[in-house]
T-cell receptor, first 113, second 116 residues
Framework: EPEVTQTPSHQVTQMGQEVILRCVPI?????FYWYRQILGQKVEFLVS????????KSEIFDDQFSVERPDGSNFTLKIRSTKLEDSAMYFC???????????FGSGTQLSVL | GESVGLHLPTLSVQEGDNSIINCAYS??????FIWYKQESGKGPQFIID?????DKRQGQRVTVLLNKTVKHLSLQIAATQPGDSAVYFC???????????????FGKGTHLIIQP
């Protein structure tokens, strides 16, 4: 069964550093998302991306965050200057169409020291 | 603010018994609801969904019930197995745009424990 893949599985970085989290959505999907989950808390929506532009973003997704689909297969989340509170599991997700179900990757655990 | 939440943080059931996980939502405009299962160290896994024009939907060993009058969603798992042990989240669609690239609002989750 096709799946959303994320790399790396675990990223450790120093506060203030830039990180890029990478995702390969399912190949025929058109809608892409980033979510995050702070340890022990609920999954939170960050941003949705469709037709090569951001469709929606939450309050969490401030100017330090950006997303990009640099080619036909990758979807990245960049955090420009990481803060301690950015430490979380970041999930990429994708879906094929408007009313299709959402598939999640296994996540990247980001640890900011 | 509007949110989706769950009634119980932990639910323990005997293997083979049926389990019911509940969820209350507050956004009356939500029109799509999903249950996800999350095992330790993994991403949320889709279980079943339901649209607001339905009040019941069945899958394999799972049933989702939607009561729009009281804004309540439940997930019933029949004949629970050890592999059902996980955290279960309900989620609702809150999208502001009409394009379908909408985000989901998740509840906090219920940890389902299956006892042998």
């Amino acid at each position: 069964e096709p799946e959303v893949t994320q790399t790396p599985s675990h990223q450790v970085t120093q506060m203030g550093q830039e990180v890029i989290l990478r995702c390969v959505p399912i190949s025929n999907h058109l809608y892409f998302y980033w979510y995050r989950q702070i340890l022990g808390q609920k999954v939170e929506f960050l941003v949705s991306f469709y037709n090569n532009e951001i469709s929606e973003k939450s309050e969490i997704f401030d100017d330090q965050f950006s997303v990009e689909r640099p080619d036909g297969s990758n979807f990245t989340l960049k955090i420009r200057s990481t803060k301690l509170e950015d430490s979380a599991m970041y999930f990429c997700a994708s879906k094929q169409g408007l009313d299709e179900k959402l598939f999640f990757g296994s996540g990247t655990q980001l640890s900011v020291l | 603010g509007e949110s989706v939440g769950l009634h119980l943080p932990t639910l323990s059931v005997q293997e083979g018994d049926n389990s019911i996980i509940n969820c209350a939502y507050s956004n009356s405009a939500s029109d799509y609801f999903i249950w996800y299962k999350q095992e330790s160290g993994k991403g949320p896994q889709f279980i079943i969904d339901i649209r607001s024009n339905m009040d019941k939907r069945q899958g394999q060993r799972v049933t989702v019930l939607l009561n729009k009058t009281v804004k309540h969603l439940s997930l019933q798992i029949a004949a629970t197995q050890p592999g059902d042990s996980a955290v279960y989240f309900c989620a609702e669609k809150w999208g502001k745009s009409g394009g379908g690239a909408d985000g989901l609002t998740f509840g906090k989750g219920t940890h389902l424990i299956i006892q042998p």
